[in-house]
């Protein structure tokens, strides 16, 4: 069975750089895609980007080019998104999804790691 | 690239069947049969329940099914039941990055 395992609840200032993390057990080594959502409080779903584990081939949504990195460590199965700096607006609930090769559909997800930023 | 369109909100009574939309464009839902449905309870992680428009993940209820028309993709839930009462979101493949694109959402509420 897949599972994905995300880091824990974080609470930053702004200005602070975060790494959260989404590790992947029971997949065929590399042959999928994970992919990063965003949900701000009491709105919708919004895809950040999507990173294939086997060559980190990246996608990155237009709306966060820049302002976060998606990697990957296929060692340890683990895939990371990343602040530089860290704004009041990027408060919300991230969720790591995934995608087997070849098909177009995520399943399972993440529980989410909350992310709040305030001083 | 903008989110897929969804009504805010369905609702109806127990037993009753409802239909939630999704409209895109031809360079998403009407360009592909790559349409998939999820189902999001509160505090919770979304959930899949639909794939390539009508295809239902083994342990889904076949209260759930999926079509397409056009640029239009809809979601059916038949014999309503209480714990039907969740957030739904379309999702599309597309050609531009992220290669994927949600619908804004609907909230669907049981009499």
């Known amino acids: 069975e897949v599972q994905l395992v995300q880091s824990g609840a974080e609470v930053k200032q702004p200005g602070e750089s975060l790494k959260i993390s989404c590790q992947v057990s029971g997949h065929s080594f590399g042959d999928y895609w994970i992919g990063w959502v965003r949900q701000m409080p009491g709105k919708g779903l919004e895809w950040m980007g999507i990173i294939h584990f086997r060559d980190s081939d990246t996608r990155n949504s237009p709306s966060f080019q820049g302002q976060v990195t998606i990697s990957a460590d296929k060692s340890i199965t683990t895939a990371y998104l990343h602040w530089r700096s860290l704004k009041a607006s990027d408060s919300a609930i991230y969720y790591c999804?995934?995608?087997?090769?070849?098909?177009?559909?995520?399943?399972?997800w993440g529980r989410g790691t909350l992310v709040t930023v305030s001083s | 690239q903008s989110a897929l369109t969804q009504s805010a909100s369905v609702s109806g009574s127990p037993g009753q069947s409802i239909t939630i939309s999704c409209t895109g464009t031809s360079s998403d839902v009407g360009g592909f049969n790559y349409v998939s449905w999820y189902q999001q309870h509160p505090g919770k992680a979304p959930k899949l329940i639909i794939y390539d428009v009508t295809k239902r993940p083994s342990g889904v209820s076949n209260r759930f099914s999926g079509s397409k028309s056009g640029y239009t993709a809809s979601l059916t839930i038949s014999g309503l039941q209480a714990e039907d009462e969740a957030d739904y979101y379309c999702n599309s493949y597309m050609t531009s990055s992220p290669n994927y694109v949600f619908g804004t959402g609907t909230k669907v509420t049981v009499l």
């Open positions: 999804t995934c995608a087997v090769d070849g098909t177009t559909w995520f399943d399972p």
